[in-house]
């Protein structure tokens, strides 16, 4: 069968390359899978590494409200003409060293204030955005976890659905040869036995692709060798609606990035306003500014020492640059409060949503798991009846395909329940 074949391969071929027994397959729990995909998801460390660039951002909006130091070395030759300035009289002699340290800062500049908070909440809405992504990988991860062990589970209905074919296949060759039955009944039986024999094979094709679209997410090289721990029969209780609301309420990474990005709109408002406001600065020099490259001059006074100045600069006229800027910030927060109000309405209309969902699949694998049971009594009690005569092979043939079906639905049902539960964990994290 194909899954056999891949998994000879994947055991044979680092035994050949290595001379060694390859490693046992790994087998994974919930969380050993949710673990390795928060390490390995491309689009969790894409996240982080967000968070990451926002926090450099911060780190580099900070700087500009201190103030910085910077240090300057220059010669500046004048052509002679016999004056104490040279050709160029804006200079001070024919040779000027300048070799100073300078220090600068702004005493008030609130668009600088303003636009650092700004970035500071632009990595607030990074981390926020960091949990969102876990949470879908959360939910995706559970989606294939439970996908896995649903392909697992059919194989092995698949396989007993074989088995009871092949049963009946036995059973209607002795009536065929006792003349109890005719041969088309024999007939009948071996077609589904090969129907049930293409199921099996068409569920360890599903078991594999699924494994192999899991494993992408899993780990950072490509493998499968590895398997999944079925615990669908160990499911956990579904929460109280209220409780579930509660926690989404106060956990929810959508509304709190939603939320700071309103905030992070006012501070932008008052960046654009304080383009209409001065701003006041100082300088501090201290170094050399002589015609001698020398401590002393030739007369012995002193060439270091240092100046101090500050400046105002005020906005006079912008040609309406800055009541555009300043319109235009008002309008970027209607749209963040436009977002956050539909934010916090479809996380209403998905918190209902996702739990009607995981409620109607708790409700129903109670009745799931009776239809099973009526499925196999019927399987039992119409083989007995076609033994006897009373039934055509037709009725044996279909209680078997429920049967089968019965199985399959039941195991989907829990499978549900538990992808429910994940998408549940997008909105309220763990509970």
């Not at 992070?264 to 008052?270: H, L, N, R, W, Y």
């Not at 170094?287 to 240092?306: C, P, T, V, W, Y």
Request: aromatic share 6%; glycine share 6%.
């Amino acid at each position: 069968m194909l899954g056999l074949r891949l998994f000879i391969l994947c055991v044979a071929v680092p035994v050949a390359m290595t001379g060694q027994p390859a490693a046992p397959p790994l087998t994974l729990t919930l969380q050993d899978a949710l673990a390795r995909a928060k390490a390995n998801a491309t689009q969790l460390l894409s996240a982080n590494i967000a968070t990451k660039l926002a926090r450099e951002d911060t780190v580099q909006a900070k700087s500009t409200l201190l103030p910085g130091v910077s240090a300057n070395s220059q010669y500046i030759f004048t052509q002679p003409n016999g004056a104490s300035s040279g050709v160029f009289v804006s200079n001070d002699g024919p040779h000027i060293y300048n070799n100073q340290v300078a220090v600068h800062g702004d005493l008030y500049a609130p668009g600088k204030l303003a636009d650092y908070r700004k970035i500071k909440l632009a990595e607030e809405i990074a981390k926020a955005r960091v949990e969102i992504t876990v949470r879908g990988v959360t939910a995706t991860v559970v989606q294939s976890y439970y996908g896995m062990v649903a392909s697992m589970r059919r194989i092995a209905n698949s396989k007993q659905s074989e088995k009871e074919a092949e049963q009946f296949l036995d059973i209607t060759r002795k009536q065929e040869r006792g003349g109890e039955v005719a041969h088309s009944d024999a007939v009948k039986a071996e077609i589904q036995l090969v129907q049930r024999q293409r199921d099996t094979q068409e569920a360890i094709l599903a078991f594999d692709k699924a494994r192999l679209a899991f494993s992408v997410l899993l780990f950072p090289n490509f493998r499968q060798d590895f398997s999944v721990v079925d615990d669908m029969d160990t499911a956990q209780k579904l929460p109280p609606f209220e409780e579930i609301q509660t926690l989404a309420g106060k956990n929810s990474p959508d509304i709190r990035a939603a939320q700071i990005t309103l905030d992070q709109q006012g501070f932008e408002i008052k960046s654009a306003r304080a383009a209409m406001l001065p701003t006041v600065s100082f300088d501090f020099f201290y170094g050399m500014n002589s015609n001698e490259f020398a401590i002393h001059n030739r007369d012995g006074q002193l060439n270091l020492g240092s100046v101090a100045q500050a400046q105002m600069t005020v906005p006079l006229w912008t040609w309406g640059a800055t009541k555009s800027r300043i319109k235009q910030a008002e309008l970027k927060k209607q749209l963040a409060q436009n977002d956050l109000t539909l934010t916090q309405r479809q996380l209403l209309s998905n918190l209902n949503s996702y739990y009607l969902e995981a409620e109607a699949a708790r409700l129903q694998i109670v009745t799931l798991r009776k239809s099973l049971q009526l499925a196999a009594e019927s399987v039992r009690l119409t083989v007995l009846r076609y033994q006897a005569g009373e039934v055509s092979v037709l009725e044996v043939v279909d209680a078997q395909s429920t049967a089968m079906q019965a199985r399959n639905a039941a195991d989907d049902g829990m499978a549900r329940y538990r992808v429910a539960l994940g998408n549940l964990q997008t909105l309220t994290g763990e509970f």
